[in-house]
């Protein structure tokens, strides 16, 4: 996939998932530098194998997000701590490439000793993983207390002896805590990431799963994002774009509101009307967006994608662009957006009837706003799209309803 480079799906991940909560994601990266190392110390991986364990390991805690207790780390690390390690899992095991590797993520607080006995191949990730976890733990709270060696006593029933020896070569070999104190590990992971390598197949899982991201702060947006790309991808076909055009479109929509994940979520879902200053902080979407993709996508995708909330008549925004300044593929995705917040449920109203959604539609197309030719191909294809969109969308959701429904069935199981 020329769109986007395989180092590029770590950051463009790291920084969404920032956006819900930094000190989660901060927490993944210096653990996953601490994993690095020691890994380096084993002498038995390749770096490319390094560097996915490593964006594994930054995103150890991705599970918090689907809990209610992400912004208190400290509960959930060490205290309530199952939770978000089965969302976790079922996340990776459903949602990214990565799914033979999901039980790292499950068992990644377990103690040693409890760790399942089987011969799942990543079982020394599993314990390496608990211990460069605890080590950033603990070196934060304890600040200049912390002594990397406390854990020994505990060697062969909370930790792994081969995996608290690795460490102690890490620390040796590397001096990991005052790269840590001092933010040099930074340069070294972003070294370590030039190894990330994914197939086209892989790529389009990450973004695809990055779209699911956007859910854990309001699922109302994940819907919409999942409808506004079914429906791109419908209009694209009466349209009867290329398949280099498709792509493009493709893309841009399932990446187009990955920034609401920096919108409050009572702003996202107030059942009312927002005020001035609210309704600036949802349009600044937007710019944290464009800020997160530039340099990292292909230019023509974030061309579609900061140009969705334009209008033909210069009445948009981020940049009031006018009709003649922008291209087929910005213009679809601008009426694919706006057909998604007509047909979806709100949180003060209910969807707008298919009648009520043309009419819309006609009066921006008349007023300038959107694109006429657009326009007129989905009310032509009203009834075929909206039967496309649906069958594609409950596709699409399958694997997310997955994740949600299989959480009790898999909690249960690691409680027993």
């Known amino acids: 996939m020329r769109f986007i480079h395989s180092k590029d799906i770590y950051y463009i991940t790291r920084d969404v998932l920032k956006c819900l909560d930094q000190k989660v994601v901060n927490h993944g990266a210096r653990t996953s530098y601490i994993l690095y190392k020691m890994l380096q110390c ?26 209610d207790l992400y912004t208190e780390q400290l509960h959930y690390e060490t205290k309530e701590y199952m939770p978000h390690s089965v969302y976790g899992y079922l996340f990776f095991l459903y949602l990214t490439p990565f799914a033979d590797r999901a039980k790292i993520i499950l068992y990644h607080h377990t103690d040693y000793e409890r760790v399942p006995k089987t011969n799942y191949e990543f079982n020394d990730i599993i314990h390496c993983l608990n211990v460069a976890e605890k080590m950033d733990i603990y070196s934060n709270i304890l600040g200049s207390k912390f002594d990397y060696m406390m854990f020994n006593k505990q060697a062969g029933t909370k930790f792994s002896p081969k995996a608290l020896e690795l460490l102690y070569q890490a620390v040796r070999k590397y001096d990991i805590f005052k790269k840590l104190s001092t933010g040099e590990y930074k340069q070294e992971l972003s070294e370590l990431y030039e190894y990330l390598i994914f197939t ?100 023509d995708v974030l061309d579609i994608i900061v140009a969705h909330h334009e209008r033909g008549d210069g ?61 007129r191909t989905v009310i032509t294809y009203y009834d075929k799209i909206m039967e496309g969109v649906n069958t594609k969308k409950d596709e699409t959701l399958a694997m997310y309803r997955k994740l949600v429904l299989n959480y009790d069935i898999t909690y249960k199981q690691t409680k027993s």
Not at 47 to 61: G, K, N, P, S
Not at 232 to 240: H, N, P, R, S
Request: glycine share 4%; net charge negative.
């Open 42 to 67: 084993a002498e038995k991986y390749e770096m490319y194998e390094i560097a996915e364990f490593a964006m594994i390991a930054t995103l150890h805690d991705i599970g918090a997000f689907k809990t």
């Open 200 to 299: 086209n197949q892989e790529k389009h899982d990450w973004i695809l799963g990055l779209m699911y991201c956007v859910g854990f702060r309001s699922e109302y947006t994940m819907l919409d994002m999942v409808t506004c790309v079914c429906l791109c991808e419908q209009i694209a076909e009466k349209l009867l774009l290329s398949q280099n055009e498709k792509d493009l479109l493709y893309y841009a929509a399932i990446l187009h509101d990955a920034g609401m994940c920096d919108v409050p979520k009572d702003i996202i879902e107030a059942p009312r009307k927002l005020t001035a200053e609210e309704m600036q902080e949802l349009r600044n979407h937007v710019n944290t967006i464009e800020e997160i993709l530039k340099g990292r996508v292909d230019q």
């Open 315 to 375: 009445s948009g925004y981020p940049k009031r662009l006018r009709e003649q300044q922008m291209n087929r593929l910005q213009m679809i995705l601008q009426v694919a957006d706006m057909v998604t917040a007509l047909i979806s449920k709100r949180s003060y109203r209910e969807p707008k009837t298919k009648d009520e959604v043309i009419a819309i539609l006609r009066e921006d197309a008349d007023a300038g706003k959107l694109s006429k030719e657009i326009v």
